[in-house]
Structure formats: C-alpha cells, structure tokens
C-alpha cells in the first residue's frame, strides 16, 4: 500500500495534474472567497474544463476546488465579517472581531493553518475509511444496497430544515425524475411521449448544474438592489502575522482541534450535509466545552480554530462516503461524482479496487492539496482578494455561461442544455415554496440504483421479509426509521419554541 | 388554501397524470415486476405525501383566515414585481439565450445574452456600456478560446454560421 501512496504521490506531482491543480485551489479560493458564489458553484464551473483531462487530473483538480473553497470563505468572513461560503458563517462570529480589533492578519491566518491542519488530521481516517468501507460494501448484496440508499434518502430527508414532508416529497419526487426514460433492467421506455430525448432520461449533471447553479444565483439576484455594488476590501489592510506564533496559537488548544475535526468528518460522511453546518455545530461545541464561554464572539482564537478545522475536515469525510459507497456526502461530491461517471468509472464500492490509482490519487491530491492552498495564500492572497470587488450584474451572466458549456459539453447536445434550464427553474421554485434540494439531487443520483437493487432483491428472492432479516439490511432499515423518528422528534420540539440547531442543508451549501 | 395547500394539490394532479401514462408501459411478458412496478410504487408514495402536504397547508390556512388584506392588487403586484421582475427576467433572458444557441451559433448567442443580462441586471450608466460590452466579448472569446480551441469540446454551431 506504500508504493502505491507514494507512486500516487508523483503521479500528482506531475506537471499537468500538478498545474490544474493548482487552478482548481486558485479557482475554489477565488469561489469561496465571493460571496454568493458557493463552492458546489465553483465545482460545478470548473467541471468542463475537466473533460479533456484523464480522470486522475480532473479529479484532483476539483479536490484542489474543494479545498481551496473551503478556505476562500474565511478571507471574506474575517475582512469584510461576510462569510464567503456557508462553511465560513461561524466564522465570522470570532473571526471578524478580531480583525475589527487591528489583528486581521491574525484571523485570516489562524483560519488558514487551522484549516491545513484540521484537513490533515482528517487525512488519515479519509483513506483508512475509504478503504475499510469499500471492503464491507463488498459484501453487499441488492438488499443492503437498497436499504443504504433508503437509509440516506431518510436522513436527508429527517435533516430538512424547514419541513420533513417537503424533504421526504422533494426526494420522492427526484426518484419520479430518474424513472422518466428507459427502465434500467429491460430497457423499455417510459413516460417518454414518444420524444427521443426523453427516451435516455435525464442526465443528472445537467439537473445539478441547473438546480444548484441557478437557484443560488437567482436567490442573489432577487436581493439585488440598484446601485449597490459589493464592498470593497479596506484599503491597506495589514496581514503581516508570525506564522510560527499562530501555528503555536493552534497547537495550544489540542482538543478543540481533534473535536473540531471529528465533527467536520462525521457530519461529512452523513450524507447531503456539508461544512455549513460542521462549521456551526463545531463552533457551538467548541463554545459548551471552552472554559470562558462568554469571550466567543468577541474575537478569540477558539473560535476560528474550530471552523476551519472542522469544515476542512468535513472535506475528507464527504469523500470517504463517495468514494466508499458513491453515495455524494455533500453537493461538491456530487459533482465529483458526475465526473468519475464522464470519465467512464462507475462510483461504488468497487471504485477503490478496480480504479486504485484513480483513488489514491484523490488521496495524494487532497493532501497535497491542503498544503499548496496555504502556499498560494501567501503568495497571492491580496492580488485574489481584488476579484471580490466585481459586481453580481457582471459575474451572474459569467456564471451562467459557464453553467450552458458545462450543460451543452456533456455531450454535445442542445437537450441538455434545456434540462438545465428546466430544472434551474424547477430548483428555485422549490426553494421559493421552502422545499429542500438536497433530497431532489439525492433522489436523482440514487434513483436508478433503488430500483435496480429493489428488483434484484426480489427477482433473487421473492421473499420480502430478506430486507428485514438479513442482518446488515434490516439494522440499515432500522437505523432508517431510527433516524426518521428523531428527525421527526427534532422537529416537534423545535415546533414548542426550544432552540435547536438548525442544520442548512444542500440548499444553502458551501 | 395556502401556498403548501396548492403544491401538493398540484403535485397530486402531477401523480395522477404520471398514473395515467404509466399504464401505457409496456410490460414484457412472463415477468413477475414489470417495468411499470417501480414508478407505479413512486407515484403512490408522492401521492400519498402530497395529500399529506395539502392537507396540512388547508389546515394552516384556515387557521390563518383571520388575517387583515394586505393592501390593493396594483400595490401589492408593484410589489411582487420589485421583488421577483429581476428574477423573471433573469430567467426569460437565459431561456432566450438557450432558445437562440442553436439557430445563432455560440459566438453570437453568448454575445448578446452576457450583454443583454447585464444590462437587465443594472448595468444601465453610458459610462459603463463600453465596460459591459468589453466584459461580453471577453466572455464570449475566452470560453470560446478554452473550450472549442484548447480543450476541443465543441459548442453549438448556428445555422447561419
């Protein structure tokens, strides 16, 4: 296994992968810093570019997206107190603060090194997960396969901010989706109005790019006011820092660090949900477990340590669950996976093994990816920083550019780009009525898959209780209604008033 | 009946359609689930929600009936238009744009589209129509450079050109 890191190490390295590459990071800096420009945007732009690339390239690429997003946001939250992604909004509670109080330099910093290192602890349980997972889901048969995906569709959908029914129905509703076009087992045609188009079905990326890219920024042009540019970065702000003093400033506070960064990879490899809300829920533990509480908020240290290593982290914990199951643990891995497919690999279980050096390389680059992240930034962090003074009324119309080629470019044809339009509708009506995305895409990635395995399952064994009784399917059922239940639990009490967490969903993502 | 009232009566109706096309799914003889199986079992579990939904938003607005007009339909529609016109026609600009790709090939298309939105976005001062219309040929050539030159993936040809 040595040989392989290290060879997937150099295959990195090479100057190709190594260079768009670092486009990717500038790319995913420049993304994340906007704001109103989220990572799942950044990814989603940067995804044609990948076509003419061999998988390991483009892969790695968007790892560097990823990871450079993931940093971009703390630049904006700490300067202008506006977090640049939703992964960044606890950020600004301390970060902000302290640059107010004459030490931007410090915040940014603090933010920038948390995230290395948050990210690299998380390194490790990434390709030991993605491993380990990968062999128990070898194991699978139809059964647990389809109680996986049904597991996933009920904590997406238990998660849902505003509505549990509206989650559950905009997943239902993305399964209706994948069953339009050929039936995946014998091919026969379905709701296809004699259209030829609709006889292949919907191809998903086009209905991400459409559902993601368009309701974001339809979302930022409905705040749009006349004459109201964004704000500038001040002028002549000083981020001169020590950085040996900000390391030592984080490896003083240990256990803020590995809490934070457990968090980030837990709420990673749930499913659909993402550093917006690893961010939160690492800053409010940080808070309940600190031992001056009542300093949050005012600009400490702690504050920012916990953000940025936990939404670093919930990086690696997205991508041991897409790359163990192929199951997106946020809307960016979707994307990634939208990719793979491209590229000819079919994500699974059986990813790891039949296209290792594929694999690994995503290993290699998200490490790497990390360290020539803190590189740019300082080298280049004031020159990036100027992109963020261009208005929405000329990056909008950017944007959807980019969102048409990426559309057309899946395979040259008109169709797709119409998908993309249709669903960039569908998308922002959906978020106008308070009904979730994340379930929708997850219903439209999954949906083929439930209703393969759902009729294997019973073409094998026409015995219906196998779902339940089958050790490793019946406790993915269990912890199915387990998780519905508490979702339903949550919802009751948030109802009676008591605060809970909200937890933003794909919806408001990164 | 309330917004939630409405979509799951819409999304019924959604249903009952898919129903109704779903008995023209040729089923292959001799096979125990047939094609038509797995959507017939979707259909039945959206309908199902959907109820659910509209009942829950009949429920609520009842509960609300009691609220005060919010003002004449001229104003209130001013209103809505302030909110959601840039939006509209953010939405039908591209729809256009989409529309003309194929019959005005790439260049074009993209030109006017980066332009136009522009335009309709605020960008509407004579001082910045230079800076709008350098932002929409950059736009356009650069892609075009990237992609159909550097990368090779191929944009749609007009008819024209």
Redesign the interface.
Known sequence: MLDLFVSSVTSVLRPDVFLSMLGGITAGLIGGALPGVTITMTIILVLPFTFGMDPLQGLATMVGVYVGGESGGLVTACLLGIPGTPSAIATTFDGFPMARKGEPGRAVWIGIWASLLGGLLAGVPLVVGAMTLATLALKFGPWEFFSLFILTLSIVASLSEKSILKGLIAGVFGLLVTAIGSDPIMGVPRFTLGSDFLRGGFPFLPILIGVFGIAQLMGDVEKLRPGQDRGALPAGVNLKVSHLRVIGEILRQPWNLIRSTLIGLWIGVLPAVGGSAANILAYDQAKKASRHPEKFGTGIPDGIIATESSNNANIGGSLITMMAFGIPGDAVTAVMLGALIIHGIQPGPLFVTTHTKVAYGMFAAYFIAHGLTVLIEWIGLRLAMRVITVPLRVLAPIIIVLCVVGSYALNNVMANVWTFFFFGVIGYLMVKFGFPLAPLILGVILGDQIETNLIRAIMTDSDLSLFFTRPLSGSLLLLSVVSFGLGLYQARRQQRGSRTLGTPLLHEER | MG??GF?GLL?LLLCAW?YW??RE????PF?????????QV??G??AF??L??AL?GLIKSRSQAGRSAQGDLPSRAGAWLG??G??LL??GT??A??AL??LLGYLLS?FL??GA??WF???RALRTLPF?LA??GA??YS?YL??EVY??????RGVFF
Request: net charge positive; charged share 10%; proline share 10%.
């Open positions: 917004r939630d979509v999304l898919f096309q779903s799914i040729q089923s292959p096979v125990p689930l047939g094609p038509a199986f797995y959507p979707v259909l579990l959206l929600l959907a659910l939904l829950r909110r959601y840039r939006v953010s939405l591209l729809g744009y989409v790709l194929p993209t589209f980066t939105l522009q976005l605020g960008s709008s932002v929409a736009t356009t892609t990237v992609f990368l090779k993936v191929f944009l749609p």
